[in-house]
């Protein structure tokens, strides 16, 4: 079986493929201060609990896959896959590793892991031209042409982080829990504040990608909008523009590209 690893700045997302089918996934926080035995011994209590597994890290495990967008911590799991899973192939998702996605911006270095690990998946499920919008720290909203090349995107603040600020910031506002009021007004504060950032974030959502959509095709029509990332269900309901919800796009990328790479090892 595959393991893919997504780290993200707030979560990682833990996903086992038996083929192309993921049968097992988990989410933890993301600590940049974790070392590599650490995070062993945190993947030995999650990984231990599945039936096809075996009680010492690495049995069952045929492939690695990883992309990080915390440096640190894409530093430990490197020394993960070296210490305790042996020869099973790993694939750390960094410059030179094959995407089949070509990055058509100023500098590709800088585009995230993730977005691009997105790009491919994308491509691979629904074809382009397409928007990956990824709920997550931020809410990034990422193009993929006709032809399969990542072309850019845009970086919003993500909905927690918006909730933590207002909380921080006003001075009788609060952190609340994310959810849909019963009414866009509210009628007391929490209910106010959770409309703002439901409908807010949605209102956002629908105009970026309608203007990247504008930009992508003279055909609305022909664009896939896909919606991704932890805090996805939050805006669905609200959105007049998303196509389609794949919670686990990032780990799907993952495994295609091991599949691309592992050959070549």
């Known amino acids: 079986m595959l ?8 979560h990682t997302t833990l996903g086992l493929f038996d083929g192309e089918d993921i049968v097992e996934h988990w989410r933890i926080s993301t600590d940049p201060r974790r070392t590599a035995d650490e995070l062993a011994v945190l993947l030995q209590g999650l990984m231990g609990m599945h039936p096809l ?28 896959t070296r210490r305790y899973f042996g020869d099973v192939p790993a694939v750390l998702v960094e410059p030179g590793v094959k995407t089949g996605v070509p990055i058509l911006t100023d500098n590709p270095k800088e585009v995230g892991a993730d977005r691009i690990i997105n790009a491919v998946a994308a491509v691979d499920l629904y074809g382009g031209p397409a928007v990956v919008v990824d709920f997550g720290t931020a ?35 609060r952190k609340i829990e994310v959810a849909r009021p019963r009414n866009v007004i509210g009628k007391n504060t929490v209910e ?8 807010g974030f949605a209102g956002q959502v629908d105009g970026v990608v309608r203007r990247m959509v504008r930009e992508l095709s003279d055909d ?39 599949e691309r790479n592992v050959s070549r090892m």
């Open 53 to 80: 597994l075996g009680e010492d890290l690495g049995d069952g495990i045929d492939g690695i896959a990883v992309c990080a967008t915390v440096p640190s911590v894409l530093h430990e799991l490197r020394e993960v």
């Open 139 to 173: 809410t990034t909203f990422d193009a993929v042409s006709a032809r399969g090349e990542y072309i850019g995107g845009v970086i919003a603040p993500g909905i927690e982080i918006s909730v933590e600020a207002l909380g921080l910031r006003g001075a009788q506002l």
């Open 192 to 199: 106010a504040m959770q409309s703002g950032i439901v409908y």
């Open 220 to 258: 609305p029509e022909e664009v896939t909008v896909i919606a991704t990332g932890g805090l996805a269900p939050t805006v669905l309901g609200e959105s007049a523009v998303i196509d389609e919800h794949e919670p686990w796009l990032t780990l799907i990328g993952l495994r295609l590209v091991y």
């Open 3 to 10: 393991l893919t690893i997504d780290v993200g700045n707030t």
